[in-house]
């Protein structure tokens, strides 16, 4: 034994706290006295690397190792020798599960190697390899597959075809394919891989059974159950004939076996399997293992399948007892678990026993998906477990809605407020935690403001120089959004602003007196309402009619029509349908015929689109709007409620000027009497008799004529009208305004306004772009970031503003660029254009379109457009709106007196209700 040797075993007997300097010690004598002995100097550093790390935990930094390493790399000059310490000392970082830093090293390995080494050497390969398992565990499948790829494409060219370590390469892109759900590219990768184990290595090698087995999966995924099943009993019979009796991998076999068993209603041999690998693993495994609790969890599917449902939720808890002990607090396994418990209790007819499960699983899973989401890069997205977070809300909103359930407990009402939003686009959450941050955080957060900007203004610039730094900026903005999403910071400031989870004491703070919230939940076929007054008065109700979204559809047809009056039974008839169906049942819960002045609403699915305040009361004296019983105004979401309320208190932008901006001219050869809808001429009222014969909207897209991949819009004739009006309506008031028309109402003139403007306004065309359609525009940028998915929800709402040619992205605004602006502090954005308060309205995802970008950018409240707005009679809409508003009411006040006095008018509803507040009052 070797004196390092002797002297490391001699220190591993010290008490933890004496390792890490004894370690260190050792690590400087022998940089002096064995300068050449690098392999004992590398078993010296693993050794204060584990020392350190059981001293201070997963969360401290291993300051006393990094100042060794530094130390030997200076010895060893930081070349390629070194790059073989950091190789094998990243191993160990991620055995540890340090994946940041092991990330790190394996990033300085790489870059060594590719500095030193031929550009096609092996080690290269090994080294990209390696960075790609660590982006694994970190859940960044994407990254990973293209050092998958890159590695492979260096073994194949430097490697005889069917080199063993080229099915290595083709394995581990399979396992990066198939977390990216690509399974019938992953079972490819994995085929190839098998074909050449099989050619290179003996009959019953283990390594073979390995591939055997993700094949399997693959083809589970796939649904190829009887494939499935021959791969993985394959793969077990090799497992048993070539490792010891009792080895986890044949635990592992039988448990995947039993899966595909389960599959294919061969139930009684697939708990014979599981139970098989519970003996294994009882065997093997420490008491507490998590694959205790795993094999508990699949003898429960089993056993519900097999409708033993008392043995059931016994494995389940047997399950939920290991999960609780190993695994973190809100890991999405034990989520599962206590999801299948659960349904299981519901259908023993215990729903009030079953509740209390449903909603901590649902907890869990919505704890994992907020800002910001640390956890995901330990255990990925919940959505790779079998229970997604829209069927854990439907098994709660069921159980909760049972006649057998009474009063709701605060978690449940906490789990519902903080169901719905998109943590993909809630990363603009930063716009209020920027205004409460310090410190590195919050220099964070002031650089990435100041790349989303410059990212902005180079998507419109010409310079071939700017073009060529789109790329950089792009990775840093990856890099930056990474660093501020697992920022423990970010997390704490969530926590303390009560952003996290929406309990409803939180709530209640941001509503006012009188006020209620009603959020809605379109879960599967069912639609069921919340309701939570601004005293604390809370219900839950499942709507009983079952065509509500035909109703809706049904509706949004009639409205088409731009010259319908209130009172006109096409329309009144469907506004009355709609209003029994989802206002009556709920009217004495709001308390419509009692205290309720105020209503907050936020939709879900097909009913973010719904005009709330038109609905009408059946009512044999005529048409009696919920506008005219309670002011309303809309929200995306809980959390955007009181993300608003919060950002009622950040220092506002009163003093500085409103920007108003004005599109006039798409087409010279069309005018806005063309875009029209081709419904036929109607009588309009006296008002506007002087307007084009058939009411010409803002409407959507004009499609007839060119060949172009984008959209066709028409001129607006009102849009300088508008502008004018507000202009001086403002100026007169002693308000700053920088107001600009046709062809200044530019991108570049927007993103150079420099400070919060008090308002925005947009007078132009607002649209949601189809995916297919712009695709090709983005094929040709070819960057892997969601700004350019096209199919992205803040990629396909645009407004259009001067430039705009059809065939590319110049004068167009998406909702990525839109929610880049500093709007911290303005008061009101205006899309005085139409749809402009739709986009994408998955369920439970909130509608992601400009007006949530606004939001995310700091803007306060919103009014935007449901449908297609009148453009003869808009000046005069928005005139009499802010006007109301420098009079001192309120912008939910002025919007809602302004339409009772059109409505008062008999004007079309067109010309009013289309118009919507969304966010404060």
Excluded at 337 to 353: D, F, K, S, Y
Excluded at 357 to 363: F, I, K, P, R, V
Aim: hydrophobic share 40%.
């Amino acid at each position: 034994m070797s004196r390092i040797d002797k002297e490391l075993q001699r220190i591993s007997r010290l008490p933890v706290d004496r390792q890490v300097g004894a370690y260190r010690n050792l690590h400087t004598l022998s940089l002096k006295s064995e300068t050449g002995n690098y392999p004992g100097h590398e078993r010296i550093l693993e050794a204060l690397l584990r020392a350190e790390h059981a001293l201070k935990g997963s969360n401290e930094p291993l300051t006393v190792f990094a100042v060794a390493l530094e130390l030997q790399g200076r010895h060893l000059r930081r070349g390629v020798v070194f790059a073989g310490f950091l190789n094998n000392l990243a191993t160990v970082l991620a055995e540890l599960r340090r994946f940041d830093e092991a990330l790190e090293m394996r990033g300085e390995t790489l870059a060594t190697r590719r500095a030193a080494l031929p550009h096609r050497d092996p080690l290269i390969a090994d080294s990209l390899m390696n960075m790609a398992l660590v982006l694994s565990d970190l859940r960044r499948f994407d990254e990973a597959l293209l050092g998958h790829q890159e590695a492979l494409a260096i073994k194949r060219e430097g490697l005889p075809a069917g080199h063993p370590d080229i099915a290595i390469s083709l394995n581990n892109l399979g396992t990066a394919l198939y977390e990216l759900r690509r399974f019938d590219e992953a079972l490819e990768k994995h085929e190839e891989a098998l074909m050449i184990q099989r050619a290179a290595l003996p009959d019953g090698d283990p390594r073979i059974a390995n591939i055997l087995n993700n094949l399997g999966n693959a083809l589970y995924e796939l649904s190829r159950f009887d494939e499935a099943l021959e791969k993985h009993e394959e793969a077990l019979k090799i497992r048993r004939q070539s490792l010891l009796a009792g080895d986890r991998l044949t635990a592992a076999s039988l448990n995947n076996l039993a899966n595909v068993l389960q599959k294919l209603n061969r139930l009684d041999e697939a708990l014979e399997k599981h139970e098989e690998a519970l003996v294994i693993r009882r065997a093997a495994l420490p008491a507490g293992h998590p694959l205790f609790a795993l094999s508990f969890h699949n003898l429960g599917n089993v056993l519900t399948d097999l409708r033993r449902y008392d043995d059931a939720v016994q494995s389940y808890r047997h399950a939920l007892k290991i999960w609780r002990g190993a695994l973190p607090k809100h890991h999405p396994q034990t989520a599962q678990t206590l999801h299948r418990v659960a349904r299981v209790l519901g259908e023993l007819g215990q729903p009030e026993q079953g509740l209390p499960h449903a909603t901590e699983a649902l907890n869990i899973l919505l704890y994992n998906e907020q800002f910001p989401q640390i956890s995901k890069t330990l255990w990925g997205d919940a959505a790779e477990f079998d229970e997604s977070v829209p069927d854990t809300l439907a098994l709660l909103l069921e159980l909760a809605t049972h006649p057998e359930v009474p009063e709701l407990p605060g978690d449940v009402i906490t789990a519902l407020l903080t169901y719905k939003g998109n943590a993909d686009i809630e990363q603009g959450l930063t716009s209020i935690l920027h205004a409460n941050a310090t410190g590195p955080f919050c220099v964070r957060l002031d650089e990435l403001q100041a790349l989303q900007a410059e990212m902005a203004r180079l998507q419109y610039s010409a310079d071939a120089q700017d073009l060529l730094r789109v790329q950089e900026v792009t990775r840093q903005l990856q890099q930056l959004e990474q660093q501020i999403h697992t920022d423990p910071e970010g997390a704490r400031l969530a926590e303390e602003l009560q952003l996290r989870m929406i309990t409803p004491p939180a709530v209640q703070s941001a509503l006012h007196d009188d006020e209620a919230l009603l959020n809605l939940f379109v879960s599967g076929d069912a639609v069921y309402a919340q309701v939570l007054h601004q005293d604390g008065r809370h219900h839950l109700h499942r709507y009983a009619a079952s065509d509500l979204e035909e109703q809706v559809a049904h509706l949004r047809l009639v409205l088409g029509d731009p010259g319908l009056l209130l009172h006109e039974a096409a329309l009144l008839q469907p506004l009355q349908g709609l209003y029994a169906a989802l206002i009556t049942p709920i009217a004495g819960l709001l308390g419509l015929e009692g205290d309720l002045k105020q209503l907050v609403i936020s939709g879900d699915g097909f009913l973010y689109g719904l005009p709330w305040d038109l609905l009408c009361a059946p009512d044999a004296s005529g048409a009696r709007p919920l506008l005219a019983q309670v002011s309303t105004r809309l929200v995306p979401t809980p959390r955007d409620l009181l993300r608003l309320h919060r950002l009622a208190s950040v220092p506002g932008s009163d003093m500085n000027p409103a920007v108003l901006l004005g599109v006039q001219s798409f087409e010279e050869d069309v005018d806005s009497d063309q875009e029209a809808p081709e419904n036929g001429a109607v009588n309009p009222p006296p008002e506007l008799r002087s307007a084009p014969g058939r009411f010409a909207t803002r409407s959507a897209v004009v499609m007839t004529g060119g060949t172009a991949e984008l959209p066709r819009y028409g001129n607006l004739n009102g849009t300088a009208q508008e502008i004018g009006t507000l202009s001086s309506l403002l100026t007169a008031r002693g308000r700053a305004v920088s107001s600009h028309l046709s062809p200044d109402a530019s991108e570049q003139t927007l993103l150079n306004i420099g400070v919060a403007p008090w308002v925005l306004h947009f007078s132009t065309h607002s649209d949601v772009w189809d995916a297919e359609q712009t695709r090709p525009l983005y094929q040709r940028a070819e960057r892997l970031d969601p700004r350019y998915d096209p199919a992205h929800p803040f990629s396909r709402a645009v407004v259009l503003l001067d430039g705009y040619t059809r065939r590319n992205f110049q004068g167009v605004l998406r909702a990525w660029e839109l929610g880049s602006l500093n709007l911290r502090g303005t008061e009101l954005v205006t899309f005085s254009s139409c749809n402009s308060g739709l986009g994408d309205m998955t369920a439970g995802r909130g509608v992601a379109g400009l007006s949530q970008a606004a939001f995310l950018a700091g803007a306060q409240r919103t009014i935007t457009t449901l449908w297609p707005v009148l453009d003869a009679t808009t000046p005069q809409w928005m005139g009499n709106v802010y006007t109301a508003r420098l009079d001192g009411a309120s912008w939910q006040d002025a919007v809602r007196e302004e339409k009772l006095r059109m409505l008062a008018e008999e004007q079309p509803v067109s010309a009013w209700a289309p118009f919507v507040l969304n966010g404060l009052a």
